[in-house]
C-alpha cells in the first residue's frame, strides 16, 4: 500500500496489487468496516496518492488507464452520492441525485433532523445509476410540510 484516504466509514486503498482481501482490485480498493471491494475496474499500474474532496476521490499515480478510461497519472472518482435537484409540487416530490455507477441506493425520508432521526426507506426496489451516474425518484406519498431525503448506497 501507498496510500490512504478515508471518507465517512470507507477507508480507501491504492498501491501495487491485484487483490484485496481475495476479491479482485486491481490497485484500488475499498474497505466498508467488513470487507474489501473493488473501485470499478482499477487503475493499470501504480496507485500512489489519494484525497477526498466531497464526494469525490483524487487518484495520483504511475497508471495510464483508470475506469476503463485514459487517465494521464490522475483521475477522480465519484465514492458519495447527493441529490443534485429537488421538486415538490402537491403530495410528490421528485429528487434527482448524482450517485456512483455500479451501485443499488434505497431512498430515504425524515420528517425532521432532530436527533434520533428516523430515516424511512421509500422505494420499493433498489435504484441503479445510469453510466452517467444520475437516478431519480419520484414520492408520490410525501408528507405535508418539510421532509428530508438520502439516497443510501446499499
Do not use: H
Not at 24 to 53: E, H, Y
Not at 66 to 82: F, H, L, N, P, W
Not at 94 to 123: C, E, H, K, M
Amino acid at each position: 500500500m501507498f496510500a490512504l484516504a478515508v471518507s465517512g466509514s470507507d477507508l480507501y486503498a491504492g498501491g501495487v496489487f491485484d487483490t484485496a482481501g481475495g476479491i479482485t482490485a486491481n490497485n484500488i480498493a475499498k474497505w466498508d468496516g467488513s470487507s474489501w471491494s473493488a473501485l470499478g475496474s482499477g487503475a493499470d499500474s501504480q496507485v500512489s496518492a489519494l484525497a477526498v474532496s466531497g464526494g469525490d476521490l483524487y487518484v495520483g499515480g504511475w497508471f495510464t488507464v483508470a475506469g476503463g478510461k485514459v487517465s494521464g497519472y490522475v483521475a477522480k472518482v465519484r465514492i458519495g452520492c447527493m441529490a443534485t435537484a429537488v421538486e415538490a409540487t402537491n403530495s410528490t416530490t421528485s429528487i434527482q441525485f448524482s450517485g456512483v455507477t455500479g451501485y443499488q441506493y434505497d431512498v430515504q425520508r425524515a420528517t425532521s433532523l432532530s436527533p434520533p432521526i428516523t430515516w424511512t426507506t421509500v422505494n420499493t426496489s433498489p435504484l441503479s445509476p445510469a453510466s452517467d451516474g444520475s437516478f431519480g425518484f419520484n414520492d408520490t406519498n410525501a408528507p405535508p410540510g418539510q421532509a428530508f431525503y438520502r439516497a443510501s448506497q446499499q
